[in-house]
């Protein structure tokens, strides 16, 4: 009897360090980057996203917009300029109910493909996970880590993560259920246009 009172009362504890220690490192984690390293700029060659402090220059797809999203670290949203897309906080909400959208980003933190794929499937539980594969590919002579998933509170989409020294660059599609094909062309011409120092 006493045994089966412990082993509950041991998952407990075990779970709330567990959890502790996860919030603790959260809060007292170093913020090295902020929306004001990314720089949108127009040239005869069209519109790029640059951010000088992680070495990135990316190309904004012909008709998309480029937009600075104040959180954290920073990131850039590319998006159709056809699209109306629903905001909650300022950022664009997800699933989308019509077009597409590709979030840029970039972690200062050195990781490896495990590392990667133990975050990613960790952020994808607590959106709840219908699917998702991984795939190590080669986008511009950078190795990178391909993931396609599908989930309850954000819907389907893409991620490339390219570990690059000291840092992960982040490349996230997000679609509407009709727009999938259009979407993924447009994302790989985008992926093509990615340059890191």
């Not at 495990?114 to 950078?142: A, P, W």
């Not at 599609?173 to 990615?194: A, G, H, M, N, V």
């Amino acid at each position: 009897m006493k045994k089966k009172i412990l082993i509950p009362i041991f998952v407990v504890l075990f779970l709330a360090v567990v959890g502790g220690g996860f919030f603790w490192w959260w809060q007292r984690r170093e913020i090295k980057g902020s929306p004001q390293d990314y720089v949108i700029k127009e040239t005869e060659e069209g519109k790029f996203v640059e951010n000088k402090k992680a070495g990135l220059t990316v190309k904004v797809p012909e008709g998309w917009e480029a937009e600075k999203m104040e959180v954290e670290e920073g990131f850039v949203v590319l998006y159709p300029l056809y699209a109306p897309f629903e905001r909650q906080n300022g950022r664009i909400k997800l699933p989308l109910e019509d077009g597409c959208i590709i979030d840029v980003g970039v972690v200062y933190e050195k990781m490896d493909f495990t590392d990667i794929k133990i975050d990613i499937r960790y952020t994808l539980s607590v959106l709840g996970i219908n699917s998702h594969e991984f795939e190590e590919i080669i986008i511009n002579d950078y190795s990178a880590l391909k993931n396609i998933f599908d989930t309850q509170k954000i819907g389907p989409g893409i991620g490339i993560n390219i570990p690059y020294k000291n840092r992960t660059h982040s490349f996230y599609l997000y679609w509407s259920p009709d727009k999938r094909e259009t979407c993924i062309q447009e994302f790989d011409k985008f992926l093509e246009t990615i340059l890191i120092k």
